[in-house]
């Protein structure tokens, strides 16, 4: 009997969202070039729902505070 996998919860910072946005719309409007702006919102997402299916394969993020569980 093969066990459960270990569920994680993703969260986004705004800062991520910031980020994506900004980069996004230079890309967009700035350097005129809508097509290579969704290739990026496709390409991040799809790296975001492959690291979903094995969060713990990526390296532990270190951070300066005491956490109970490790960011990935």
């Not at 569920?7 to 991520?16: G, I």
């Not at 946005?21 to 290579?36: E, K, Y």
């Not at 969704?38 to 713990?56: M, S, Y």
């Not at 394969?57 to 960011?71: G, N, Q, V």
């Amino acid at each position: 009997m093969n066990p459960q996998p270990q569920r994680c919860e993703l969260h986004y910072l705004p800062l991520f969202w910031d980020d994506l946005n900004a980069a996004v719309s230079c890309i967009a409007d700035t350097l005129q070039n809508p097509a290579a702006a969704t290739r990026l919102l496709d390409q991040v997402e799809k790296a975001i729902l492959d690291h979903a299916e094995a969060p713990t394969a990526a390296a532990i993020y270190k951070t300066t505070r005491s956490r109970p569980l490790p960011y990935y």
